[in-house]
């Protein structure tokens, strides 16, 4: 059998370059009605990781329903049916740093008249009320939605964090798995691009081995963008709502390649982190 060196690095177009050819939309067997996709801003320090505890200050949602769902569940055609938006207040440190500021875009006036977290997921309840997903009384939910997010950090960690932070229970309606978007695109990028190498090898007779992680790239939003034919980023990077319509155009086109919509990620709510101490209490000594 013929054999290649280890060094051997094909000669592959990149997905991101390679032309896309119209798709013709797919309508499969979707188990969601609505999907919620969230990208929040949250206080930040130049240098520090997702240990930090960041507080919400943009709670960004589009909410997208199906155009084209038969009475069996299949369906292909997203569209955003509504969005909500409000600025948030932290509590534990009021004031922004100038890093930032610079980074979202979210300005100290903005956040200083904005209501505080809780009353932001009141007014938000009220909002998925109205659509018909939750019962506002006991936040029962009616209807099946999924959240969906670019990356796992939204929910899992910004959300925990802040309803520690502010002293409440996560809500039901805020409970349970998520889709990460981005993890959805970056493997279907990863099986564009080894089913291109596998056509590469083919031609030219090679045969070498890799794993698939060699070729996993997690892919930030204008890349999924891109990978996906869909253009360029439209908007202001780490603006939340931008980030989340952007999110939106990205689910909308999955959904037209008929790729099946639902939770790929766990989250959990009672996670917990070393400077916490009693509900909203930061120790401020753990982390220096």
Not at 127 to 153: E, M, T, V, Y
Request: one cysteine or more; proline letters at 7%.
């Amino acid at each position: 059998m013929p054999t290649v060196a280890r060094s051997y690095q094909p000669q592959i177009q990149p997905i991101f370059d390679r032309p896309r050819l119209p798709i013709v939309a797919a309508r499969v067997k979707q188990p969601y009605d609505a999907f919620l996709v969230l990208d929040v801003e949250a206080t930040c320090l130049q240098g520090a990781g997702f240990d930090w505890p960041n507080e919400i200050i943009e709670w960004p949602v589009c909410l997208l329903r199906w155009k084209d769902k038969s009475s069996k569940g299949m369906a292909s055609q997203l569209e955003v049916v509504d969005v909500f938006r409000s600025f948030v207040k932290p509590t534990w440190k009021p004031q922004l740093s100038k890093f930032c500021t610079e980074l979202t875009g979210i300005t100290q006036a903005q956040v200083n008249l904005a209501p505080t977290f809780p009353k932001v997921l009141k007014t938000f309840a009220k909002f998925l009320a109205r659509h018909g997903l939750i019962d506002l009384k006991n936040g029962r939910i009616l209807q099946r939605f999924c959240w969906c997010s670019d990356g796992p950090f939204d929910i899992r960690d910004f959300v925990v964090k802040q309803c520690f932070i502010s002293k409440i229970p996560m809500p039901l309606w805020l409970r349970g798995d998520v889709l990460d978007v981005r993890r959805l695109v970056s493997a279907w990028g990863m099986s564009e691009q080894l089913t291109a190498l596998a056509i590469h090898n083919l031609r030219h007779r090679r045969y070498f081995q890799s794993t698939t992680a060699h070729y996993f790239h997690s892919l930030n939003i204008p890349q999924q963008l891109r990978v996906l034919g869909l253009g360029q980023f439209q908007g202001r990077e780490h603006c939340g709502m931008d980030d989340t319509r952007n999110i939106a155009r990205v689910l909308i086109e999955l959904a037209r390649q008929g790729i099946r919509l639902e939770p790929n990620t766990p989250i959990n709510p009672n996670r917990r982190w070393g400077w916490m101490g009693r509900p909203g209490e930061v120790l401020e000594y753990y982390l220096f």
